[in-house]
C-alpha cells in the first residue's frame, strides 16, 4: 500500500503564490505515474497535472498550464505543486494520487490517494 501525505496548503490573496508538496512511501519504478487534483465543494474532482515519474513528462489541465507547474525529486519520492498568480476559482481541496501504470486524467484510474490539502485564494 503506498502512502502519500500532502502538504503545502493554506489561504491566500489572490495573485499569491502557494507550493504543494506530496511525499510518497514508494517511487519509481514501482510508481510510474504521479498527479495532482482539485475537488470544489459540489464539483467534481478535476486533474491539475501529472508527472510520469520515470521520463519526467508532466501534462497540464489546460487553463492552468502556464500558472502551475509539477516537478519531482526522486531521491525525495516527492512531487511538487507550485501554483502562481492565484485566483479565488482555483479554491479546492488538492489531492496527491499515485499508480503503477501510464495513467491519464481520469480520477479513477489512480490506486493511491493522499489525505488532501486545502488551498483558499481570496479576492
Known amino acids: 500500500q503506498v502512502q502519500l501525505v500532502e502538504s503545502g496548503g493554506g489561504s491566500v490573496q489572490a495573485g499569491g503564490s502557494l507550493r504543494l508538496s506530496c511525499a510518497a512511501s514508494e517511487y519509481t519504478p514501482s510508481i510510474r505515474t504521479m498527479g495532482w487534483f482539485r475537488q470544489a465543494p459540489g464539483e467534481e474532482r478535476e486533474e491539475v497535472a501529472i508527472?510520469?515519474?520515470?521520463?519526467?513528462?508532466?501534462y497540464y489541465f489546460d487553463p492552468l498550464k502556464g500558472r502551475f507547474t509539477i516537478s519531482q525529486d526522486n531521491a525525495k519520492k516527492t512531487v511538487y505543486l507550485q501554483m502562481n498568480d492565484l485566483k479565488p476559482e482555483d479554491t479546492a481541496m488538492y489531492y496527491c494520487?499515485?499508480?503503477?501504470?501510464?495513467?491519464?486524467?481520469?480520477?479513477?484510474?489512480?490506486?493511491?490517494w493522499g489525505q488532501g490539502t486545502q488551498v483558499t485564494v481570496s479576492s
Open positions: 508527472i510520469y515519474t520515470v521520463s519526467g513528462y508532466a
Open positions: 494520487a499515485a499508480d503503477g501504470r501510464i495513467r491519464g486524467s481520469r480520477p479513477n484510474e489512480y490506486a493511491y
